[in-house]
């Protein structure tokens, strides 16, 4: 029986500790809470960092919901992949995704600074 994407969706944010495929941020997965909280941050500065499941191949270019398929990523850098016409593949949106946050263009500095330095 094929699993429903939102347990997919919670199978990869575990198999990824957490963390987005494109960005590495830390994700929250039910309530931004399970980041303010632990990063002492207001839950509008995560509400980009919600975990959504995202498919490799687009579920309109024949991408299965299966597991192989699916990877967690925040809802920023799903979103953004998606507003190309022809999204980029997922090596070159995850390039492209660290460049821009090297540059402090894609989620806002001070947050990726925030928990990054508090990594684990
Ligand atoms: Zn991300």
């Not at 699993?3 to 969706?9: A, N, V």
């Not at 963390?19 to 995560?46: H, I, Q």
Request: net charge positive.
């Amino acid at each position: 029986m094929p699993k429903s994407i939102s347990k997919l969706r919670i199978a990869t944010y575990k198999r990824q500790q957490g963390r987005c495929f494109y960005c590495g941020l830390p994700m929250w997965l039910k309530n931004a809470d399970e980041l303010t909280a632990e990063y002492g941050v207001k839950a509008s500065t995560v509400v980009g960092l919600q975990c959504t499941a995202e498919h490799l191949v687009a579920r309109q270019d024949g991408g299965a919901n299966a597991a192989d398929n699916i990877v967690a990523a925040c809802k920023t850098c799903n979103g953004r992949r998606h507003r190309k016409a022809v999204p980029l593949s997922p090596e070159n949106h995850r390039r492209r995704v660290r460049a821009r946050i090297l540059g402090g263009k894609w989620h806002p500095q001070a947050l990726v600074q925030l928990l990054h330095d508090r990594a684990p």
